[in-house]
Nanobody, 122 residues
């Protein structure tokens, strides 16, 4: 069993910063990609940023230059540094991972965290 647990959400003023963390635990043999998604009220879930095991990153156009994704492979952690936050960044942010659970199974499975609320408001 694999769990992803996010932390670091909260209320912040426009222009402020937050750092989200996601810890992966359980039966983990290897983690391929880890990503952050977000879902604003009434909207579909959208990809914010992703990072693969080699370190390559990808960002949504709306967050480029403001958000930075990073990972600590030794700790099975992924982070999202969010700067210059805007009210439109308000959403529930979800951690996502493509994880191989054992040496005996070559498949990578998709796992989601429970989400953490980020609210940007004055």
């Amino acid at each position: 069993q694999v769990q992803l647990v996010e932390s670091g959400g909260g209320l912040v003023q426009p222009g402020g910063s937050l750092r989200l963390s996601c810890a992966a635990s359980g039966s983990i043999f290897n983690i391929n990609a880890m990503s952050w998604y977000r879902q604003a009220s009434g909207n579909q879930r959208e990809l914010v940023a992703s990072i693969i095991s080699g370190g390559s990153t990808n960002y949504a156009d709306s967050v480029k230059g403001r958000f930075t994704i990073s990972r600590d492979n030794a700790k099975n952690m992924v982070y999202l540094e969010m700067n210059s936050l805007k009210p439109e960044d308000t959403a529930v942010y979800y951690c996502y991972g493509k994880i191989r659970t054992t040496i005996f199974d070559r498949n990578y499975y998709q796992y989601w965290g429970q989400g953490t609320q980020v609210t940007v408001s004055s």
